[in-house]
């Protein structure tokens, strides 16, 4: 149980277009959801958590404009990213809680984002 | 400012045990989690510590001493499998907010 699915799993698109992409809970509802960034060989940065039917909350740093996240339903989060640049190339993880452990995160399988 | 502390790299042999530490100093604390990510994947849930003692699940234990905001995290009779990185973090409200630390990256030699 507890499983994140995460969609597409990697993404090649143009400098200046959009790119959304989609976590799903498959077997929970989720009441929060976090969204993540990556870089080789570092840490999470958390972005921002999203809980269901209310906005974001972004963490510092973080254009909310540049990062639309959409939390439209218990199972679904969407992260689009816009007017992609190059330096928006990353790993992008979703992660949500809301299964039988309060305080366990199950990630999805993470987005490699590639902008050229 | 939030920081958590572990260190960047540890080997080890097969077979071994080895201890990852981390200390930690966060406006807020609720737990003390671990997690494992092997290259290319995604971060997966190893345990959980709110009070302090060791929590033991298989072959990995996780210690937590609240007062001297450190934890630590054992792994015993490693295997070649269990090379990954491993991330403590922290849960600093009721959100489940986590602030991650950089990781360790557990290296293991036959």
């Known amino acids: 149980g507890a499983v994140?699915?995460?969609?597409?799993?990697?993404?090649?698109?143009?400098?200046?277009?959009s790119v959304k992409i989609e976590?799903?809970?498959?077997?929970?509802?989720?009441?929060?959801?976090?969204?993540?960034?990556?870089f080789p060989k570092q840490s999470l940065m958390l972005m921002a958590t999203s809980n269901e039917g209310s906005k974001a909350t972004y963490?510092?740093?973080?254009e909310k404009d540049k990062f639309l996240i959409n939390h439209a339903s218990l199972t679904l989060s969407t992260l689009t990213v816009t007017s992609a640049h190059p330096e928006d190339s990353s790993f992008?993880?979703?992660?949500?809680?809301?299964?039988?452990s309060a305080y366990e995160q199950y990630f999805g399988p993470g987005t490699r984002l590639t902008v050229t | 400012g939030q920081s958590l502390e572990q260190p960047s790299e540890v080997t080890a042999v097969e077979g071994a045990i080895v201890q990852i530490n981390c200390t930690y100093q966060t406006s807020g604390f609720y737990g003390l989690s671990w997690y494992q990510q092997h290259d290319g994947g995604a971060p997966t849930f190893l345990s959980y510590n709110?009070?302090?003692?060791l929590e033991e699940t298989g072959r990995f234990s996780s210690f937590l001493s609240r007062s001297d905001s450190y934890g630590y995290l054992l792994l015993q009779e490693l295997q070649m499998?269990?090379?990954?990185?491993?991330?403590c973090a922290v849960t600093l409200d009721s959100n489940y907010q986590l602030i991650w630390g950089a990781g360790t990256k557990l290296i293991i030699k036959p």
């Open chain 2, 50 to 53: 709110a009070l302090d003692g």
């Open chain 1, 4 to 17: 994140v699915s995460q969609h597409p799993s990697w993404v090649i698109c143009k400098s200046g277009t």
């Open chain 1, 23 to 38: 976590c799903r809970s498959l077997d929970f509802q989720a009441t929060t959801m976090f969204w993540y960034r990556q």
């Open chain 1, 92 to 100: 992008y993880i979703c992660s949500a809680r809301g299964g039988s």
């Open chain 2, 81 to 87: 499998k269990d090379s990954a990185s491993y991330f």
């Open chain 1, 59 to 62: 963490e510092q740093g973080v």
